[in-house]
């Protein structure tokens, strides 16, 4: 009787043990990158299951239910992201990391409430650092329907200034680190912020718009590059019918680099230049698109080859402004290679956003550049 007692304990307490693994047992779901609940903000190329992109400041949000949250990716070089769980895309990023590899299992979550979750992911450095692919994200819960993109869009056209090179570096005489690179730090996301708008970038450091730095590449500048899906590569030119989303106001900031060297074009090659890729933006975006054209403080004549340039070409709602040489200064201002820190481009933003202001109708209001 004792045997018989004792083995009847031995079956249920393996039962018992075998039911509570299967409570400790986590479950599961794979949910393809490309799935429609999940936004996607900036250029971006779906192949089945896989999102890829290269520009820089290309961002997505994910909504979804559980402790945690895994993204399965890869990157051809080394890109850098920023990433923020539950808050909109504060100045300073919860967590900065970089992908480097192929197949790479990221934690982007753990530890987490219970609950819905947001989680924000931006790409922060250019297309010359990589092109990253996301194949597909980890859950314990359901992924759920993203709430919805803003009200306000706007998208920024530029180069290096408005990729975020150097802006975490705080020496002029810094070199370029792929670390100190940041988008989230510029003026196009500093007045994206002020605005609570949404925002995307199509922009590469060292382009100009007639003669990239030290006329780097001749013959392929941004009025070229401002046609493809991806930053390095021109496989697949983009159509704006790519994009779930519709900005309501363009702005170009370029030109810093044709002008930055003893080689520089002349004025009807310039102006022809910037003309066609006005004609571009008003092609994607129809007639009525404000598009504001800045000119950079590094020369004085740089505002007139763009006023000009504006009025030759006829188009509506085409507006220009400059920064005058002390828009910020040339020490505290500027970090690496001698380009705006994030101090500088809070100065260059200032500068920008009463534009903003009066070419869409957003009221500005009494609060910090940041």
């Known amino acids: 009787m004792c045997k018989k007692i004792c083995i009847l304990m031995a079956v249920l307490g393996l039962a018992f043990s075998t039911d509570l693994s299967a409570r400790k047992a986590k479950v599961t779901i794979e949910t ?12 971006t190329l779906v192949n089945g299951d896989d999102v890829s992109y290269d520009w820089s400041g290309v961002y997505f949000r994910i909504r979804f239910n559980g402790p945690s949250l895994k993204m399965k990716c890869s990157d051809t070089k080394n890109c850098w992201f920023n990433l923020w769980t539950d808050k909109e895309m504060t100045p300073k990023a919860d967590k900065v990391f970089m992908v480097g590899a192929t197949d790479t299992l990221v934690v982007l979550a753990e530890g987490l409430g219970k609950g819905e979750h947001e989680v924000i992911l931006q790409k922060r450095t250019e297309g010359e650092q990589g092109r990253f692919t996301v194949h597909s994200f980890i859950t314990e819960g359901e992924v759920l329907q993203a709430q919805g993109r803003k009200e306000r869009h706007i998208e920024f056209i530029g180069d290096s200034y408005t990729c975020g090179y150097g802006t975490e570096s705080h020496d002029r005489n810094d070199p370029f680190l792929a670390e100190t690179e940041n988008c989230n730090l510029t003026y196009a996301a500093i007045t994206a912020r002020y605005f609570g708008a949404d925002f995307n970038l199509v922009s590469h450091s060292g382009q100009g718009i007639a003669r990239n730095y030290d006329d780097f590449r001749p013959g392929y500048n941004m009025p070229d590059r401002y046609s493809l899906t991806f930053d390095e590569s021109p496989e697949h030119i983009w159509t704006p019918d790519m994009a779930p989303y519709r900005p309501d106001v363009v702005v170009i900031y370029l030109c810093t680099n044709d002008f930055s060297t003893a080689r520089q074009p002349h004025e009807t090659i310039f102006a022809g230049r910037y003309i066609e890729l006005l004609k571009k933006i008003k092609a994607n975006y129809g007639e009525d698109i404000p598009i504001l054209c800045m000119a950079s403080n590094v020369t004085p ?4 080859y763009i006023r000009n340039a504006c009025m030759m070409s006829g188009l509506k709602n085409v507006s220009y402004m400059g920064l005058t040489k002390d828009a910020h200064n040339s020490e505290d201002d500027l970090g690496a290679s001698w380009h705006p820190n994030y101090q500088g481009h809070i100065k260059v933003a200032s500068c920008m956003i009463p534009y903003i202001s009066t070419l869409t ?3 500005m209001e009494e609060k910090a550049y940041k």
């Open 32 to 43: 393809p990158a490309s799935d429609s609940r999940i936004e996607y903000t900036g250029r």
């Open 301 to 304: 004549f740089s505002f007139d």
């Open 361 to 363: 109708g957003w009221e």
